[in-house]
């Protein structure tokens, strides 16, 4: 009864989109209204992700039983949004997703449908894992269509959706599936790891494919820090993302992120909070030249602010790790050339006997081209010598293959100090959005 008279509610009170090109010199504002849920906050935030916008600021407010957020958004290119097509289709997609539920689904295995067999994977990382899976697949006639790889901590996340070569179409024999999943589980093992995640036949549907990586990596706790030794520890030290938590009186916890700014940094934010059960009823984004700020007053979906501090711990550990895994390490290459059967298994391998480790990768096809990213260090997390990139691309071709730049290279943020309470301090404000000078306003 309760979730029918949910439904009814949102059927009666629709989400209402506003999107401005006027209110907002160097940005379009959208502005959302809609029926509180969990989740709402992401599934806004995850369709204006994949449309590769990027929200440069937000504020957010769901107390009360209703949402309400602003956002600035502009293209890849830093203009405003001012295709009408492609604004109204933005509507129309925020419009649709507010009124669902979104789906939680939390296993891990292997999903058929009719156009893909969608392979989840996860495991301890090493030089060479990549390669040792596509040459797998590979040799049981599966083709990589498109792919996702994360490396984070030591460990490994894929959402990996291959064909039948022979068909074109999902694998469905129940016996082949069985082969694949196990001959991959037995590559994921390796020689002594301890903690691999099992690999399972889900029931069908479809997910989010960066939001099942993010779910992969956290149920693999990849959170749990590793001690590193070498340069790279120091490093990694000076740069990693800062995050606070303090408890305002019995009401909300207060969490706030200082990063490096890079797309899709609120949406993977949001991820983690939402699939940890965390409700963020109040919250502000802004972001400034290659740093961000993020500030959220959050709940636990019982209700309670964090309590213990062991809870304060996992949650600050599970922020960074979020805020760190799609952080791209090391030289960007990006691969153009003609799709075949066995091409990935072949470009891995001589990544892997040139010594180069993929820290992340991009796995797309297309009207039987191939367009591939992968970013790439030595095996040690260092440059790679330009010397053995000037090689790997004889071997391939340099036209197929081209380097794009090194995100190992980029410039730290400036430090500055931690401003806590800053949103508290502005509150009534950011609820009546008088920074974006809205053209409207709802009683």
Same mark, same amino acid.
């Given at each position: 009864?309760d979730?029918?008279?949910a439904?009814?509610i949102?059927r009666?009170?629709?989400?209402?989109?506003?999107? /401005?090109?006027?209110?907002?010199?160097?940005?379009?504002?959208?502005?959302v209204?809609?029926?509180?849920?969990?989740g709402?906050?992401?599934?806004?935030v995850q !369709?204006?992700?994949?449309?590769?916008l990027?929200?440069?600021?937000?504020?957010i407010?769901s107390?009360?039983?209703?949402?309400?957020?602003?956002f600035?958004v502009? /293209?890849?290119?830093g203009n405003?949004?001012?295709d009408?097509?492609?604004?109204?289709?933005?509507?129309?997609?925020?419009?649709?997703?507010?009124?669902f539920?979104?789906? #939680?689904?939390?296993s891990v295995?292997?999903?058929?449908?009719?156009?893909?067999?969608s392979i989840? #994977?996860?495991g301890?990382?090493?030089?060479g894992?990549l390669?040792?899976?596509?040459?797998?697949?590979?040799?049981?006639r599966?083709?990589?269509?498109?792919?996702?790889?994360?490396?984070?901590?030591?460990?490994a996340?894929?959402? !990996?959706?291959?064909?039948? /070569?022979?068909?074109?179409?999902a694998?469905?024999d129940?016996?082949?599936?069985?082969?694949?999943k196990?001959?991959?589980?037995?590559?994921?093992?390796?020689?002594?790891d301890?903690?691999t995640?099992?690999?399972?036949?889900?029931?069908?549907?479809?997910?989010?494919?960066e939001?099942?990586?993010?779910?992969?990596?956290?149920?693999?706790?990849?959170?749990?820090?590793?001690?590193?030794?070498g340069?790279?520890?120091?490093e990694?030290?000076?740069?990693?993302?800062q995050v606070?938590?303090?408890?305002?009186?019995?009401?909300y916890?207060?969490?706030?992120?200082?990063?490096?700014?890079?797309?899709?940094?609120?949406?993977?934010?949001?991820c983690?909070?939402t699939?940890?059960q965390?409700v963020?009823?109040?919250?502000?984004?802004n972001?400034?030249r290659?740093?961000?700020?993020?500030e959220f007053?959050i709940r636990h979906?019982?209700?309670?602010?964090?309590?213990?501090?062991?809870e304060?711990?996992?949650?600050i550990?599970?922020?960074?790790?979020a805020?760190?895994?799609?952080a791209?390490?090391?030289l960007?290459?990006?691969?153009?050339?003609?799709?075949?059967?066995?091409?990935?298994?072949?470009?891995?391998?001589?990544?892997?006997?040139?010594s180069l480790?993929i820290k992340?990768a991009?796995?797309?096809?297309?009207?039987g081209?191939?367009?591939?990213?992968?970013?790439?260090?030595d !095996?040690?997390g260092?440059?790679?010598?330009?010397?053995?990139i000037?090689?790997?691309?004889?071997q391939?071709?340099?036209?197929?293959?081209?380097?794009?730049?090194s995100?190992?290279?980029?410039p730290?943020?400036?430090?500055q100090?931690?401003?806590?309470?800053?949103?508290?301090?502005? #509150?009534?404000?950011?609820?009546t959005?008088?920074?974006?000078?809205?053209?409207?306003?709802?009683?």
């Open positions: 009864m979730d029918e008279y439904k009814l949102r009666v009170n629709q989400p209402r989109v506003v999107i /401005d090109n006027n209110a907002c010199e160097d940005a379009t504002v959208i502005q209204d809609c029926v509180n849920k969990h709402i906050l992401l599934e806004v !369709v204006l992700t994949d449309m590769n990027t929200i440069t600021k937000a504020y407010s107390d009360g039983g209703w949402f309400m957020d602003v600035n502009v /293209d890849n290119d405003k949004i001012r009408k097509e492609v604004v109204d289709y933005i509507q129309r997609r925020i419009e649709t997703s507010a009124g539920v979104p789906s #939680l689904r939390g295995g292997v999903v058929p449908s009719e156009e893909h067999t989840e #994977l996860a301890t990382d090493r030089p894992l390669s040792e899976v596509c040459a797998v697949l590979a040799d049981l599966c083709n990589v269509v498109n792919a996702e790889i994360w490396t984070h901590n030591t460990r996340a894929a959402v !990996v959706h291959v064909t039948d /070569d022979s068909t074109g179409r694998i469905t129940p016996k082949r599936l069985s082969t694949i196990e001959l991959l589980c037995n590559v994921l093992k390796g020689n002594d301890l903690k995640a099992k690999t399972t036949l889900s029931a069908p549907g479809f997910m989010h494919r939001r099942r990586l993010h779910q992969i990596m956290l149920a693999d706790r990849d959170y749990e820090r590793v001690e590193r030794t340069v790279r520890a120091t990694e030290g000076s740069s990693r993302p606070n938590l303090l408890n305002i009186e019995k009401d916890t207060v969490i706030t992120m200082r990063s490096k700014d890079r797309p899709k940094l609120l949406f993977d934010i949001v983690t909070l699939d940890m965390y963020v009823f109040h919250g502000m984004v972001t400034g290659m740093e961000a700020y993020q007053y979906v019982d209700g309670l602010p964090i309590s213990s501090e062991a304060r711990v996992r949650v550990q599970c922020l960074e790790a805020i760190e895994r799609r791209s390490e090391g960007e290459l990006e691969l153009c050339t003609e799709d075949r059967l066995g091409l990935l298994s072949d470009i891995t391998r001589i990544f892997r006997e040139n480790c992340r991009l796995i797309c096809t297309k009207g081209k191939a367009n591939d990213t992968f970013y790439v260090t !095996v040690t260092n440059p790679v010598d330009p010397k053995i000037d090689s790997i691309r004889r391939i071709g340099r036209s197929a293959l081209q380097v794009k730049h995100t190992a290279l980029a730290e943020p400036p430090h100090e931690t401003t806590i309470g800053y949103l508290f301090g502005n #509150l009534f404000k950011a609820r959005f008088q920074n974006f000078k809205l053209i409207r306003s709802y009683s």
